[in-house]
């Protein structure tokens, strides 16, 4: 069975910092894209972030770029996704998902596979 399991969420209070980790279990991703995918209250999931299988190529929505930093181990089939800077509208559940591809794509449609997604409260 696949499991993509996010971790690291939490409250933290505006400019602080977090570090999102995703752990993949039950097959391996190392030639797929992974993505970061975040959903607000009352807002539809956006994405996020996402990196290309060899950590080559990456690309940020335009709302976290500079702030946020994409990383992935395949090693240890794990995505990172460093949060600087945070600001109270980055706070939403994070989701991590795994590309059908092995290049980066901001569409939700290139995605199969989703974690369950992990809460990040910025406070101001």
């Known amino acids: 069975q696949v499991q993509l399991v996010e971790s690291g969420g939490g409250l933290v209070q505006a400019g602080g910092s977090l570090r999102l980790s995703c752990k993949a279990s039950?097959?391996?991703?190392?030639?797929?894209?992974m993505g970061w995918f975040r959903q607000a209250p009352g807002k539809e999931r956006e994405f996020a972030a996402t990196i290309s299988w060899n950590g080559g190529s990456t690309y940020y929505a335009d709302s976290v770029k500079g702030r946020f930093t994409i990383s992935r181990d395949n090693a240890k089939n794990t995505v990172y996704l460093q949060m600087n800077s945070l600001k109270p509208e980055d706070t939403a559940v994070y989701y991590c998902a795994a590309g059908r591809r092995y290049y980066t794509s901001s569409s939700a449609d290139e995605y199969d596979y989703w974690g369950q997604g992990t809460q990040v409260t910025v406070s101001s």
């Open positions: 039950g097959r391996t991703f190392s030639s797929n894209a």
